[in-house]
């Protein structure tokens, strides 16, 4: 059975950062695009951040652009999201996403409907 689960969500102080982590079992995705999305209280869901299978090239949402950082480990078959200087309207339950399909190129994809497995999410909660 093919499972992402996220870790790494709790409740933490305005300014701090956060590390969250994403495993995958069931089926390797080393070749795989990855990403993480988020969706805030009310708020529709909407991406975070994207990274190709190479772990070289990676695109961030504005609201998180310079203060994010996504990274990959294929023979661990992890994903990883590490947030710095966080405020409230970080506040929201993030998910691991992963394509299906296996790439050749490094290709980037930013769209809900690209993405084929997902976790169940971690919830991260800023207090101001």
């Known amino acids: 059975q093919v499972q992402l689960v996220e870790s790494g969500g709790g409740l933490v102080q305005a300014g701090e950062s956060l590390r969250l982590s994403c495993a995958a079992s069931?089926?390797?995705?080393?070749?795989?695009?990855m990403a993480w999305f988020r969706q805030a209280p009310g708020k529709e869901r909407a991406l975070v951040a994207a990274?190709?299978?190479?772990?070289?090239?990676?695109y961030y949402a504005d609201p998180v652009k310079g203060r994010a950082t996504i990274s990959r480990d294929g023979a661990k078959n992890t994903v990883s999201l590490e947030m710095n200087s966080l405020n409230p309207e970080d506040t929201a339950v993030y998910y691991c996403?992963?394509?299906?399909?296996?790439?050749?190129?490094?290709?980037?994809?930013?769209?809900?409907?690209?993405?084929?497995?997902w976790g169940q999410g971690t919830r991260v909660t800023v207090s101001s």
């Open positions: 996403a992963a394509r299906g399909s296996p790439s050749v190129d490094s290709w980037l994809f930013t769209r809900e409907n690209e993405y084929d497995y």
């Open positions: 069931g089926r390797t995705f080393s070749r795989n695009a």
């Open positions: 990274i190709g299978w190479k772990g070289t090239t990676t």
